[in-house]
Each structure stands twice: as C-alpha cells, then as structure tokens.
C-alpha cells in the first residue's frame, strides 16, 4: 500500500513537472511569435505633422494584436546641434540591442537620413519604409537598397496655379519659408516651377522673427496673396509652432493663405494642393504590414507616390467672397455650414409615414391594373431592346461592311502598281536603262512594303477583336518603356531634324499589358513624326489627371506642333467605319489601322483615349490608365 502511494505521489511530481515546461515553451513560443515595429519620427510628439503620420499608422495596425509599435522621436525641430546627433547615435545603438525589430518606418528627412547611415550598423537585414521625405534623391536611393516608400511629393505648381485661378488680380505672391534644412530643402523644389508663373512677382520671406513677420504681412495689399510653407525656428533659432506661425499671420492679415500641408488647416489657411500626414502614415504602414507578413514582394518599390487633394476652408471663402465655382475642379470644402438637421429629420419622417399609406392605398385600390401595366410595360421593354439591338447589330454590319470595302480599296491600289510596274519590267526590261529598272523597282518594293504593314495592323485588329491577343497586366516601369520607344524611333525623328521632348517622370510604375502599352505609345509618337514638318518638335508627357467619375489616373499624352486634324475628322479617328489614312509631312505612307488599334489596347485597360488639335498649330494625343 505504501508502496503505491509513493508512486501515486512521484507520478503526479512528474506531470506538474511537465506540464510546466509546457507552459515556459507556450510562452517562449509567444514572444517568438510577436513582430516589433519600430517607428522612427524625426520630429517630436505633439507636433501636428508627426502626430497625423501616427494616425495613420495606427488605423492601419489598430486590429492587429500581434504586432507590437514602438515609437521614437529624433525631435530634430528644437535640437539639431552636432552633439545632440551624436548623443542620439550613441542612445540608439544601445537601444538597438534590447528588440528585435521586423521593420522599421522612418519618417520625414531627419529620420530617413539617420537611418540611411546607421539602419546597416544597428539593425542588419531590417527592411526600412520611409515617408514624408522631401526633395527624394533617387540615387541615393540606389545606395541603400533595403529602402522603401513615399516620397513627400508636394505639388508647388499645382498650389500656386489655384492661386491664380481663385484670384487672377493678385500679381504677388509673399512666400514664407524658413532657413531649417526642411525649408532648404522646400525652397529648392520649389525653384524648380517659379519660373513657369512669367506674370507672377514672388517674393520670398526666409529671414524673421515672429514680430517682423507680423509687421511684413500688415504692409500687403490687395494685389497680395500669401504662400506659407515652413516656418519652425526663426532668424534667432527659436522654435515656433504649425499653430503658432499661422495663427500670428492669420490675426493680421488681410489677404488669402494658401499653403501645401494639413497642419495650417482649421487655423486660417485659405486652401491648396494639400499633403497630408494621415496619408504618407497610411500608405507606409499598409507597405510595412505587406513586407511583415509577405516578405519584400517583386511589385515593391523604392519610390512610390501619394495622390494629393486641393482643400479649401468655407470659412475663408466667405471672408474673400469667393464662390465654389472658382475653385479647381474636384476641390474638397472643409467647414461648410451644416443644415439644419432637426428640421430635415423631421421633413424625412412625414414623407416617409406619407409614402407608406399612399403604396398602402394604392396596393388596395389598383392591385389588377398594376398588375397588367406591369406586364404590358415589361413586354414593351423587351420589345424595345430587341429593336435597340436590332440597330445597333445593323449599324455595326454596315461599318464592318465599309471598312472591308476600304481595306480592299487599299489592298487593290498597291497590288494594282505593283502588277504594272513588274509588267513592264518584264516585257521590256531589255529595253530599259539601268536608272528605270532601279526606279521601277523602288516603286515595287515601296507598294509591298505599305501592303505588309497594311496586312500587319489588319492581322493586329483581327486578333484584338477576335480575342486572340492575350490581356496580360503587370507591374511595369512606363518610364523605361517610354525611353526605349523613343530611342528606337529618334532614327525617323533625326530623318526630319524633328526634336522629341521626353517629360516623363522616372520610376514610375502602372499595372499594364507590355505589349499593348508599347504599340500604344509607339503607335502615337510614330503619328506625331509623320504629320510634323521638318525641325519640328514633339513632347512626351505624364501627369495625374481626374475621369469624368473623378477618379484618379495618369494621363498620358504626345503633342506635336504639325499640320493638326479638321475638327469633322477628329471624331471619326477611333471608328472602325471611318478608317483614315493619309500621307506625312514627306510623303510617308500610313494605313489607318493604328489608332483603332490603340483604342482597343486602351480599352481593355478600362481607359480613355482622345485628341486635342487644330489646323496648323499641331495635335495632342492622350489616354489614361488607372490608379491601381
């Protein structure tokens, strides 16, 4: 008996035993699990711009529980001397040995430089997403390989453009922009655009301290608008505030505020091209949580951009008396009056109690007649349609017709030379000089040459209507596509001295069929070097553009400056019924097939194609391809 008993007792030691290196393998299998992610701002807590960026952080992570955010601050707005730097190196490679991080989001310049430096020394192998980056170097980008993200692409151009629309009378502009390396780094982006503004006097306030500011904006009048950028320290190195700055400038001024950040808004600013810091934030953290959970995928890239909104305050525009039928199309209103919900409510809930006795009344009185109205009314429907259709399939049986009648018009004509002319060769080629045989055959090979490209655009629309061309969308670099066309067809540019501009943005990248993509922008510019006249030029474009459902998109497009396109015929350019062909500025042959072509490429990316032209003064062809 005591024998079992002790067996009893050692058994039940061995099971407490084990079931507590269950519980330390439980736990230490938990904290293998956790992911860190550190979070790098270069400014510090409580400034707006850096709290936003959190925000939109956190509304990305807010559901995940098993990821962990540790937030630091560099706060390099109030402390930026030498030492300060070196004691942050020092406090941050001694940090570093305390969490494992899986990524880490630097944010703004201050952070996205340190990093740059020190994310190899204290933190090897850690991915790192940036944002809020002004005046992004991309080979610096190069160099740092395990770098990704948004840069803080703030559209000057687009700002001071509204300037111009909301108030065409103000002919000078006071920019506010401080010396601190962000505002150095501002003031040389923006440089970049003044120029295009030739009726614009800029007049740019770096130097101050909050009272000279003060007493500068006082002085404006009313052919003055302001353009606040940055100001976070002053001539003497004191800090000042968003609120702070744009609150001293509001009390005094007299004229509008317009400026490029969601800091100065709800505090005076009249509006603009507006980033904002809840966006950069977002987009970085949605990039971090794809890298935490999926690794760095092949669609990643170093270099993104985020989408920017013109915003404008309701209160301000009742200060200036400005109408919303000045501002920039698709501009949001902030802090417009709300109605008065009592009295909607209340007008809702009476019409609501008076449509419901009404249907009640009606479904009692009338319930047969409905019935056969409804009949009646889906049987004319139907009818309808099958006569919309019937009209349709014969229109588009009498465009299939035409165009074939063209095709054979234009297959008929070169067979027809061609047959003449090697006639003749035959009969008489004894007879002929040697400078008529070459000529006649030049004249054969150029009517074989226009019918096999005639035949290729043919087989090209044959495959696209028939379905046989298969629509293949993928990441693609539309820069380096654009750059590669361009060097293949400047030997036909250089026939006719003709200079091609190229304006597209480097790195950037759309989800797109390669191969249709490449016959549309080759298709376009192979017009625009047909139709210009010698020493011509040709622009190459890329911009963001907004649809008629006012979604975002790029647009891009190919101006030339020659012989333009009666307006009758623009219309009946992407028609199938009205193919057009017509000889370049030195005689060179066409088939009339390629922008039906690229109307159909451009339609199974759910874009839009169009042209802009006049007689003389040249023609713009463009088509857009959505944000994705």
């Not at 940090?95 to 933190?123: H, T």
């Not at 404006?220 to 744009?246: E, M, P, Q, W």
């Not at 040459?449 to 290729?456: D, I, M, P, R």
């Amino acid at each position: 008996m005591k024998k079992n008993i002790k067996s009893i007792i050692t058994f039940s030691f061995f099971l407490v035993f084990c079931f507590s290196i269950l519980m330390v393998l439980a736990q230490n299998g938990k904290k293998d699990e956790e992911k860190n992610i550190l979070i790098v701002h270069s400014y510090h807590q409580g400034l707006e711009w850096t709290d936003n960026i959190s925000e939109g952080i956190l509304s990305v992570f807010e559901d995940r529980s098993d990821v962990n955010l540790i937030f630091e601050y560099l706060d390099t707005k109030r402390n930026y001397s030498p030492d300060y730097f070196d004691a942050l190196k020092e406090m941050y490679k001694a940090k570093a040995l305390q969490n494992p991080y899986k990524v880490i989001i630097a944010c703004d310049n201050a952070a996205f430089d340190f990093m740059r430096q020190y994310s190899e020394k204290f933190y090897p192998g850690v991915p790192v997403v940036y944002c809020g980056v002004n005046n992004l170097d991309i080979e610096v980008l190069k160099k740092v390989p395990h770098f990704y993200g948004y840069d803080e692409k703030v559209n000057f151009k687009q700002t001071i453009a509204s300037i111009r629309k909301v108030f065409p009378r103000r002919k000078n502009i006071l920019i506010i922009n401080d010396n601190t390396t962000t505002g150095a780094a501002i003031r040389k982006e923006l440089e970049k655009v003044l120029p295009d503004f030739e009726d614009v006097n800029f007049e740019i306030y770096s130097k101050f301290t909050i009272g000279d500011l003060k007493d500068k904006v006082k002085t404006l009048d009313d052919t003055y608008a302001i353009y606040l950028l940055v100001i976070n320290r002053d001539i003497d190195g004191n800090f000042i505030s968003y609120a702070k700055g744009i609150s001293a400038i509001h009390e005094v001024s007299e004229v509008p505020i317009f400026g490029s950040w969601d800091f100065y808004e709800n505090k005076g600013l009249f509006g603009g091209k507006i980033t904002r810091g809840f966006d950069q934030g977002k987009h970085a953290a949605h990039m971090a949580e794809t890298i935490l959970d999926k690794g760095v995928l092949d669609h990643i890239s170093q270099i993104n951009m985020v989408i920017n909104n013109y915003v404008f305050d309701y209160t301000e525009m009742e200060r200036f008396g400005v109408g919303a039928e000045r501002l920039p199309e698709n501009s949001l209103i902030i802090n417009r009056p709300e109605k008065n919900e009592n009295l909607l409510q209340s007008i809702l809930v009476f019409a609501l109690v008076l449509l419901v006795l009404t249907i009640i009344l009606a479904v009692r009185l009338t319930y047969k007649r409905r019935r056969a109205t409804e009949l009646q009314h889906l049987v004319d429907e139907k009818t309808e349609r099958l006569l919309s259709m019937n009209i349709a399939l014969k229109e588009i049986n009498t465009k299939k017709d035409r165009f074939f009648s063209i095709m054979s018009h234009d297959l008929r004509g070169p067979f027809s030379a061609i047959l003449g002319f090697s006639s003749m060769l035959n009969d008489d080629f004894d007879n002929l000089e040697t400078a008529e045989q070459k000529k006649f055959i030049s004249k054969i090979n150029t009517g074989l040459g226009n019918t096999y490209n005639l035949l290729e655009d043919l087989l090209s629309w044959s495959y696209a209507q028939s379905g046989s061309i298969e629509f293949n969308p993928k990441r693609e670099n539309i820069s380096l596509i654009t750059k590669e066309i361009i060097e293949v067809l400047s030997f036909s540019a250089e026939q006719k001295s003709i200079t091609i501009i190229n304006r597209v943005p480097d790195l950037v990248f759309v989800t797109t069929d390669k191969n249709m993509i490449s016959t549309i922008i080759r298709n376009l510019i192979n017009n625009a070097i047909k139709f210009t006249p010698r020493k011509g030029i040709i622009e190459v474009d890329l911009e963001e553009h907004s649809n008629e459902n006012n979604k975002q998109c790029l647009a891009f497009s190919v101006k030339d400056n020659g012989v333009g396109i009666p307006f009758e015929t623009q219309s009946k350019l992407f028609e199938i019924g009205e193919v057009i062909s017509t000889n370049g500025t030195d005689n060179e042959s066409g088939t009339g097939l390629g922008l039906i072509l690229c109307k159909e490429f451009v339609d199974k990316h759910k874009g839009e194609i169009w042209v802009e032209s006049e007689i003389n003064r040249g023609s713009k062809f463009v088509f857009t391809l959505p944000l994705i």
